[in-house]
């Protein structure tokens, strides 16, 4: 059983930066693909980016530039940088691991197995 922590979250304006950790709990998690959801009220959870075991990123076209993914094997830790926030960033942010070898990392959180249980992010206008 793998438990995901995130953190980070909070209030900024917009142009702003904030960057969100994702801890998680297990001896698997450097073979996972990670990655990020976001979901805003009455909306469907969005995927916003993921990476892969070995490293390789992905993002949502919405995020592209302005947001980086990392993560750091020996803590456990996957990381969201996110800059050039604006309003419609504005969600509840998700880390979720994929324990499952994909050809690319999945986009519809079905996939994930395992949820965090999320860090609400506020852009102000």
């Known amino acids: 059983q793998v438990q995901l922590v995130e953190s980070g979250g909070g209030l900024v304006q917009a142009g702003g930066s904030l960057r969100l950790s994702c801890v998680a709990s297990?001896?698997?998690?450097?073979?996972?693909?990670m990655g990020w959801f976001r979901q805003s009220p009455g909306q469907e959870r969005e995927f916003v980016a993921a990476i892969r075991r070995s490293g390789i990123e992905y993002y949502a076209d919405s995020v592209k530039g302005r947001f980086t993914i990392a993560r750091d094997n020996a803590k456990n830790t996957v990381y969201l940088q996110m800059n050039s926030l604006k309003p419609e960033d504005t969600a509840v942010y998700y880390c979720?691991?994929?324990?499952?070898?994909?050809?690319?990392?999945?986009?519809?959180?079905?996939?994930?197995?395992?949820w965090g249980q999320g860090t609400q992010v506020t852009v102000s206008s």
């Open positions: 297990g001896r698997t998690f450097s073979s996972y693909t």
């Open positions: 979720t691991g994929d324990a499952n070898i994909r050809p690319i990392p999945a986009r519809v959180p079905s996939r994930y197995e395992y």
